[in-house]
């Protein structure tokens, strides 16, 4: 089975600096997707960025880009020029490539505030 | 847009009684999902739909059950509700192409006395 490990609970940042969330996966599987939610407090959870296991090249969308190492298992998140509106749950999942698994595995989540 | 709404925001029920939680989609979206998340714990698959009348379980679906008579719509039932079931509960939606991510609802949370 696999998992997903956020080893920070909480992270902070100074409003308009760049703060990286860590996240490790564990599976045994060579074809897969991993994602990046933000839940912000009160509001939907959303979807930030997406990575397929088979792209080398890191994705990125706007200020937010991921370091993925396929051989180390890890995918953190970076945030370039934080926002207030940064603040959130942020979530580490991973989902397999095979049809007929659909299901996402999340990390515990890590908590950011964004300091003014 | 996609769109995924959940019948409630905020429900407080009694220990005991038998719960309905709703969720419609609007994008045909074949597979659907519930979760529930507790702090510390994440996310949790409860059990999913990939299909009318399909279901799934997921990882922690004892003390509920779930139907889903048409495409768009997929309700989780809480059959004899327990306080260990007072938790946020998120619906979510995705296609068959995996690399898109889940659609998720605004969540309800429900309070068990």
């Known amino acids: 089975a696999q998992t997903v490990t956020q080893s920070q609970p909480e992270m902070s940042v100074q409003e308009a600096e760049t703060v990286t969330l860590s996240c490790t996966y564990d599976t045994s599987e060579s074809d897969y997707y991993l994602f990046w939610y933000k839940q912000p407090p009160s509001r939907q959870m959303i979807l930030v960025i997406r990575q397929e296991a088979y792209k080398q090249q890191n994705a990125t969308e706007n200020r937010f880009s991921v370091n993925f190492q396929k051989a180390a298992k890890s995918f953190s998140l970076k945030i370039s020029d934080s926002q207030l509106g940064d603040a959130a749950m942020y979530f580490c999942a991973y989902r397999s490539a095979n049809f007929g698994n659909e299901k996402l595995t999340f990390g515990t989540g890590t908590r950011l505030t964004i300091i003014p | 847009d996609v769109k995924v709404t959940q019948s409630s925001r905020y429900l407080v029920k009694r220990t005991g009684e038998k719960v309905f939680l709703e969720c419609v989609q609007d994008?045909?979206?074949?597979?659907m999902f519930w979760y529930r998340q507790d702090p510390g714990l994440g996310l949790r698959l409860i059990y999913f739909?990939?299909?009318?009348?399909?279901?799934e379980k997921g990882d922690i679906p004892e003390g509920y059950s779930v139907s889903r008579e048409k495409k768009e719509r997929f309700s989780l039932i809480l059959e004899s509700a327990s306080t260990n079931q007072t938790s946020m509960y998120l619906c979510?939606?995705?296609?068959?192409?995996?690399?898109?991510?889940?659609?998720f609802g605004p969540g309800t949370r429900l309070t068990v006395t």
């Open positions: 979510a939606s995705s296609t068959l192409i995996g690399s898109r991510g889940q659609y």
């Open positions: 994008m045909d979206h074949e597979n």
């Open positions: 739909s990939y299909d009318v009348k399909m279901k």
